[in-house]
């Protein structure tokens, strides 16, 4: 397992542990979470048969009914 950050960023533990093993004790005691491999969650996939891209301009219709006749003057 490689350290995601701290100083020895992308160190393997094994490897940090032969040239700063202090390091991998304060770690293990203030930071523990650093020792634990990252899990990832798995994300439903949302299937629908229309696209869920978002369009600015969909209720936006043109009113072709509007009489502006009376409007002119």
């Known amino acids: 397992m490689k350290f995601r950050s701290g ?3 992308g160190l393997t533990v094994e490897h940090v542990k032969t040239i700063a093993p202090w390091y991998v004790k304060w ?4 930071r523990p ?3 634990k491999e990252r899990t990832f969650k798995s994300i439903a996939v949302k ?3 229309q696209s ?3 369009d600015p301009y969909e209720g936006i219709k043109p009113n072709y009914d509007l009489d ?3 409007y002119k003057k």
């Open 7 to 9: 100083k020895y960023i």
């Open 27 to 30: 770690v293990s005691e203030n």
């Open 33 to 35: 979470e650093m020792l």
């Open 47 to 49: 299937t629908t048969t």
């Open 52 to 54: 869920t891209r978002y």
């Open 68 to 70: 502006i006749t009376e």
